[in-house]
């Protein structure tokens, strides 16, 4: 069984800073790429940014420059540290995770998701 669980989520206003943490647990082998995605009300699940366990990252454009992404192979733990927050920011943030299991099965598992709302 394997968890991914979210937190740091919550209320901000614009302009504000958020720093989400998303930590695995159970019997995992190795974790390749970690994730973190969103979803807006009306719309679909969109890519925010992803992280290689070499630390390469890729981001979505709208976040270049406010978010950061980071992971502690360590913890099997990924962060997305937010800045300068915006409206259009407010969703449910999901992170994801590329593994492979201690039987050597690999597969991708999400996380329940947290909410970020940002709003003066």
């Known amino acids: 069984q394997v968890q991914l669980v979210e937190s740091g989520g919550g209320l901000v206003q614009p302009g504000g800073s958020l720093r989400l943490s998303c930590a695995t647990s159970?019997?995992?082998?190795?974790?390749?790429?970690m994730g973190w995605y969103r979803q807006a009300p009306g719309k679909q699940r969109e890519l925010v940014a992803i992280i290689t366990k070499n630390g390469s990252t890729n981001y979505a454009d709208s976040m270049k420059g406010r978010f950061t992404i980071s992971r502690d192979n360590a913890k099997n733990t990924v962060y997305l540290q937010m800045s300068s927050l915006r409206p259009e920011d407010t969703a449910v943030y999901y992170c994801?995770?590329?593994?492979?299991?201690?039987?050597?099965?690999?597969?991708?598992?999400w996380g329940q998701g947290t909410q970020v709302t940002v709003s003066s």
């Open positions: 159970g019997s995992i082998f190795s974790i390749s790429t």
């Open positions: 994801k995770a590329d593994l492979i299991l201690g039987n050597m099965v690999s597969g991708h598992y």
